[in-house]
């Protein structure tokens, strides 16, 4: 203790000042029998060689653990397809590599063996309606099938075997997402059901033990097993809000675990070796998504790729010596097709020109189109006016994650920003020039919409009693709660008689739901919308909703009459790109949409050894 004394003046000051305070505790009587101490040149080696052992264990307890080397840092990478896929899975042995990609048309499940450079088209077309919102591809676990579907409600989860043919129907028709244990004797998934209960059963499907669930409204998404089959990973929270983190849990469903507090959308979880955890996310500013690992000892995250390439998948193979990834080079853009009295084709749609090269999440207010684009980091604003664009928010100071609210004139946006572990929302100026939080006790979840008048902004979010809709003044005041429950991405009609949102989603859809501005609620036509983006807005004039259907890759506008309560379609669209939001210009003739194309590739990444 007096070694290690923070006292100066009580600190012993030399080896010899501890030397004669070790002699004089080993007595110094020259009594018979009782030894003479020894001299202190003898005891002075000893003194050294023990203060400095006990320097080093002090210091080894108190400084930081080192950061372990990035696992990519001396990793070899081999490309596997030259044209665009959407997802992969490599098989148990490391030596085959399924994707899927629509080269040929349509959704299908290619095969590679690892070197050879032949890509076998195994579905043919016939594989229905890839990809899904969730791992939609697989090996089983000798490697000798692949399991497809799964991924979206109506795709019959299936197996095939590993040369093509016929797929056959495996487990219930809600079944998402397998995975097999390490030996191969037991599997883990999930269904569509409420909170998506995950299941463990023998490999064949039988004997299923539920192990975990939650309420409606939280998910459970692509469970996969550690290496050694002692845990099962799995991403856990609200995708419909891009707020998940890593999980984990036993087997027997004991011992769940959040293992990050990132609340963003994390995906893909690959465990490797005992240490490392691999998974897909975005950054905390809204970039990328990049490739993380996991570190299970320090148990903390660090970004594993380098440089702007975007990873979309990844899987490891049994021995965790190889990861298979899709590597992404997205393109974003805006365009625009008419509402016309016949259904519009594909022919109808024309590009929106902006001067940004990427564009996303259109708003009309007043006579400018707000939009979010990015220049490098995460996604701010942009105000395009009489042709010019302006950047109003830039995404290095704080990335935009929702689509933005803007008012009736244009004159102010509502904008959510991640502050201090919440999503906060906050009203801009349409210049960009000042910037007001509002309503700092609601977590905001989704998008926002404003009052025709603009003196309300509706938005769904979570207070200290839970989560609900939540109607907020802009004189003052505190919020009304118009729904209790998950309610997200409302519109507020033109004539402020009502309120559309989604309600609580199960599965990859929520319904359409209805509330009048005093919290009474409306039946509408069941109508159910995707989970992911902002999907209903009204015309001009009120009288009608427009809002999207279809897959995930593929998806229509349709047009639903509030008189008549009659639905028709509006077009019918080839384009397989993903579609977030739109929006209907003031003269109602035409509607504004985005489009999003990955562009990934599928690469081989062969880990260096440990």
Same mark, same amino acid.
Request: charge should be neutral; proline fraction near 7%.
């Given at each position: ?308 390439? *975007?990873? +979309?998948? =990844?899987?490891?193979? &049994? $021995? /965790?010596?190889? %990861? ?5 080079? #997205?393109?974003? !853009? ?53 042709? *010019?664009? +302006?950047? =109003?928010?830039?995404? &290095? $100071? /704080?990335?935009? %994650? ?5 008012? #009736?004139?244009? !004159? ?63 004189? /003052? ?134």
């Amino acid at each position: 203790m007096r070694c290690l004394e923070k006292n100066v003046e009580r600190r012993f000051q030399s080896a010899s000042d501890l030397a004669f305070a070790l002699e004089s505790l080993s007595g110094t009587s020259t009594a018979k029998g009782v030894p003479q101490p020894k001299s202190r040149r003898a005891w002075l080696p000893w003194v050294i060689a023990a203060a400095l052992l006990m320097g080093t264990a002090v210091w080894e307890m108190v400084r930081p653990a080192a950061a372990p080397a990035n696992p990519l840092e001396k990793a070899h990478f081999t490309r596997v397809t030259d044209f665009e896929s959407v997802e992969a899975a490599i098989s148990p042995d490391g030596r085959f590599v399924a994707f899927v990609s629509d080269h040929d048309g349509p959704f299908d499940v290619w095969l590679t063996q690892v070197g050879t450079g032949r890509l076998i088209n195994l579905t043919q077309g016939k594989a229905g309606p890839l990809p899904g919102p969730l791992r939609s591809v697989g090996f089983s676990g000798d490697g000798s099938e692949i399991w497809l579907g799964g991924g979206d409600v109506g795709m019959r989860l299936r197996l095939m075997p590993l040369t093509g043919g016929t797929p056959r129907n495996f487990l219930g028709e809600d079944t998402a997402n397998l995975a097999w244990s390490p030996d191969g004797e037991r599997i883990v998934y999930h269904t569509f059901g409420k909170g998506d209960p995950m299941f463990v059963a023998d490999r064949s499907g039988a004997n299923a033990q539920r192990i975990f669930v939650e309420r409606p409204g939280i998910h459970n998404h692509f469970p996969t097993w550690s290496p050694d089959g002692r845990w099962i990973y799995f991403a856990h929270g609200t995708p419909a809000t891009r707020e998940m983190d890593l999980w984990r849990i036993d087997p027997a469903g004991q011992n769940p675990e959040r293992l990050t507090q990132i609340n963003t959308d994390v995906a893909y979880p690959t465990p490797v070796g005992n240490r490392t955890v691999f998974y897909v996310a975005r950054d905390g500013d809204g970039s990328g998504p990049w490739l993380w690992a996991f570190d299970l000892k320090r148990k903390d995250s660090r970004r594993a790729s380098i440089g702007l390439e *975007q990873y +979309t998948s =990844v899987q490891a193979s &049994a $021995d /965790g010596r190889k %990861l298979v990834a899709t590597i992404s080079n #997205p393109v974003a !853009g805006l365009w625009t097709v008419p509402i016309l009295d016949r259904v519009a084709e594909e022919h109808d749609v024309k590009p929106f020109t902006v001067p940004t090269v990427r564009a996303l999440a259109p708003r009309f207010g007043g006579s400018s189109l707000f939009y979010l684009s990015s220049l490098g980091t995460g996604d701010g604003l942009w105000r395009l006016r009489n042709g *010019q664009a +302006t950047e =109003v928010w830039k995404g &290095a $100071d /704080g990335a935009l %994650l929702e689509t933005p609210a803007v008012s #009736p004139d244009g !004159g102010r946006v509502a904008i959510v920003l991640r502050r201090s572990g919440k999503r906060q929302l906050h009203v801009l100026s349409s210049d960009g020039a000042e910037l007001q939080p509002i309503a700092e006790g609601i977590d905001v979840q989704g998008t926002s919409c404003w009052s025709p008048d603009g003196r309300w902004i509706v938005t769904g979010g979570s207070d200290a009693t839970g989560p609900g809709l939540f109607k907020i003044p802009l004189e /003052g005041g505190s919020p009304f709660r118009l729904v209790a429950g998950q309610a997200l991405n409302p519109v507020w009609s033109p004539d402020g008689s009502l309120v559309v949102y989604a309600g609580t989603n199960v599965s990859t859809f929520a319904p359409l739901l209805a509330v009048r501005p005093d919290g009474t609620s409306v039946e509408l036509p069941h109508i159910s919308l995707r989970r992911l983006g902002e999907h209903v807005r009204f015309s001009p004039d009120g009288k009608s909703l427009i809002y999207m259907q279809g897959l995930l890759a593929a998806q229509d506008f349709w047009l639903l009459d509030l008189a008549s309560m009659k639905s028709r379609a509006l077009t019918r669209l080839q384009n397989r790109a993903a579609m977030r939001t739109f929006d209907v210009t003031s003269d109602g003739k035409q509607i504004v949409f985005d489009r999003l194309r990955e562009n990934s590739q599928v690469v081989m990444i062969d880990l260096p050894k440990e």
